[in-house]
């Protein structure tokens, strides 16, 4: 019976973790240009079908590592033309807030149903990044979770360190805080709205490849992961990275039981209730900045 | 904002309406034809409805669909179920509407934007499962196969099915014009202007003593329950529902008619969803590809036509009355 919730708890990590890496991409965008990215879920499937082009329709070389090496930059890319092509130009106007959520949801469908004329309705699965298990006593934990783990957190203090310690990492935190300020101080705000988009494309296009392996692939498959993703985000805190990585383990935590105990299709409906419980009596979250 | 005054906004929507109410002359033979125009009535109410909420009230709801087919669903269920009167039964579908707006709209209302953007969506997007699940099909929404056998809505002897469209065009003709008097009554009366100054300063409105949350929850109920209204009507027209309804095309589709209207340009939304319908139905022959088109539409739109078909107008023709310049050709 322990060994079971033992299970549970490392399916648990293993989600949370990606979740992580998620959520902190979305908590990002929004804190930084006060973007609502509805198409994130879309950029989830893209770096799934990204790496099932890579791995099995061309069959690289070098696996994984190559699929990382090559998707990065593809997605940095991706993300920074939408960001330039489709939001920027909405900027100047007053009602842009609400023009981004609607050019990204027509973004989502286009992308969604462009998935499913490229490269059909059905599941495409990939092969796992590692096989074999490790066995500790009575515990099973398959070296593919411990891998996604790993490189998830990796994912999330990488990202930790450009913020901290680059140039262009500082700038995004200077246009966080006051963007104003930044443009008098001569930083590029648009290149950072655009860049910080591109990052945060990368962030979810690597949960994509990472989530793809144990979950599949398919053209409407993003949308979960979209309502996670800002679940997690605001429970919590919008724009605190710390609060979404709490709040990322903790769903994370909340989908495998609740899913153990009551079934898959509860989850949702869990993470709805915790949304509205937060909402309700703590509108910032568990540690937001902007309320 | 640019505010239409009230004689423009009338004259607007009589020329709307006063076309539509003589189209079944020209295309009454037609099934297929009065469908479409039966559709694009609907939707100008939800549309309408959206309207109100996004561009006059500030609200991003996201909702909308998930509202229309919540009605939909309640008024099924209260007439196969129940065996209520449809005429009843739509209206407490309505009710079951607004009443799932307070819900939603209690903890959400008081919060930004985006907050309230995601809880909407997370409606609509719970939705489905919901109905599907072992405790919709408790309550009646036969799980995933839907509801098949709805029955039509009867009044002074007149049966509104699928099968006499000249009623049910006339049926949702009313409906959809007294929605739009209901809802150009609260743009331009106190309410309207209280959401004015609530956009424009929320601090300076709130010490005038306008109360932003309670304003708004109340447009958010009225709005929920005119939607779930017109969504009663379809379910109770078309004779079937499925869950099909709630993807994302749809909504797409109905955030297009917003676009081509021009948000809080509201005779426009009755506009916008009258040219989209029609436009989606012409689309109807690319099969896979519509919800492409649909995708890319919005794109495009939301990027070119920042002000919708009445901003256009309003550019190219600098009169002071576009509505009344521009109906000629309505």
Redesign the interface.
């Known amino acids: 019976m322990i060994y079971e919730y033992l299970d549970i708890f490392i399916s648990g990590l293993t989600i949370g973790s990606v979740y992580a890496l998620m959520a902190v991409g979305l908590t990002l965008i929004?804190g930084v240009s006060?973007a609502?990215n509805?198409a994130y879920g879309s950029f989830y499937s893209l770096g799934g079908y990204i790496a099932w082009i890579f791995m099995v329709a061309i069959g690289l070389r070098g696996g994984y590592a190559m699929v990382f090496a090559l998707a990065v930059p593809l997605l940095m890319v991706f993300g920074y033309l939408t960001e330039k092509a489709?939001i920027a130009?909405?900027r100047r106007?007053s009602?842009w807030?609400?023009?981004v959520?609607?050019?990204t949801?027509?973004?989502?469908?286009?992308?969604?149903?462009?998935f499913?004329?490229l490269f059909g309705p059905r599941m495409k699965s990939l092969p796992p990044i590692m096989e074999g298990v490790i066995v500790l006593g009575e515990v099973y934990i398959t070296k593919q979770d411990m891998m996604i783990f790993v490189l998830s957190i990796s994912g999330i203090l990488a990202f930790r360190w450009i913020l901290n310690n680059t140039r262009t990492g500082m700038a995004v935190r200077a246009v966080a805080q006051n963007p104003n300020g930044a443009k008098i101080v001569g930083i590029p705000k648009d290149k950072i709205f655009a860049a910080t988009f591109g990052i945060s494309t990368v962030m979810v296009g690597i949960g994509g490849i990472l989530l793809a392996q144990k979950y599949f692939v398919s053209p409407m498959g993003g949308?979960d992961i979209l309502?996670k993703s800002?679940?997690i985000t605001?429970f919590g805190g919008?724009g605190s990275i710390r609060g979404s990585l709490y709040a990322a383990f903790l769903l994370g935590m909340l989908e495998a039981f609740v899913g153990y105990w009551f079934g898959m299709?509860w989850v949702?409906?869990a993470l709805?209730a915790v949304?509205?419980a937060t909402?309700?009596i703590r509108?910032q979250g568990l540690m937001g900045k902007?309320? | 904002m640019m505010n239409m005054n009230w004689k423009s906004m009338s004259a607007f929507m009589a020329v709307i309406f006063g076309v539509m109410a003589i189209m079944p002359l020209f295309v009454g033979g037609s099934d297929h034809l009065m469908h479409i125009l039966i559709m694009c009535l609907i939707w100008a109410i939800v549309a309408s409805c959206w309207d109100l909420i996004m561009g006059f009230a500030g609200i991003f709801s996201f909702g909308q669909v998930a509202f229309f087919v919540i009605g939909a669903y309640a008024s099924a269920i209260f007439s196969i179920q129940f065996g209520i009167n449809p005429v009843a039964a739509m209206f407490l579908a309505g009710m079951v509407a607004a009443a799932c707006g307070i819900l939603v709209g209690l903890p959400c209302l008081r919060l930004k934007g985006a907050y309230i953007a995601l809880v909407t969506f997370a409606v609509h997007m719970i939705l489905e499962p919901f109905l599907k699940s072992g405790m919709g099909r408790a309550i009646g929404t036969g799980g995933s196969q839907g509801i098949m056998t709805i029955p039509p809505m009867e009044l002074f002897g007149i049966v509104f099915s699928a099968d006499n469209k000249i009623a049910v065009f006339y049926a949702a003709l009313l409906l959809a014009v007294v929605c739009s008097i209901i809802i150009m009554l609260v743009i331009r009366s106190f309410w309207g202007t209280a959401f004015l100054a609530i956009k424009d300063s929320k601090d300076f409105a709130a010490s005038l003593g306008v109360s932003a949350f309670r304003h708004k929850l109340v447009v958010f109920a009225l709005t929920s329950f005119l939607t779930g209204l017109a969504g009663a009507f379809y379910g109770h027209y078309v004779g079937m529902l499925s869950t099909r309804m709630l993807g994302i095309d749809l909504f797409v589709m109905l955030m297009i008619m917003l676009v081509i209207g021009g948000i809080g340009k509201f005779p426009g939304a009755i506009l916008g969803a009258i040219i989209t319908v029609t436009a989606n139905e012409m689309l109807a022959p690319l099969g896979p590809y519509r919800p492409l088109i649909l995708g890319a539409m919005v794109v495009v739109l939301v990027l070119l036509l920042p002000d919708g078909i009445i901003g256009l107008v309003r550019r190219f023709i600098p009169g002071k009355n576009p509505a009344d310049s521009r109906s000629p050709s309505g």
């Not at chain 1, 949801?105 to 462009?114: E, I, V």
């Open positions: 929004y006060r609502f509805f489709i130009p909405l106007r009602d807030e609400v023009k959520m609607m050019i949801l027509g973004l989502a469908l286009f992308m969604d149903n462009g499913q004329v949308w309502v800002w679940v605001a919008m299709s949702l409906f709805f949304l509205l909402l309700a509108p902007w309320g």
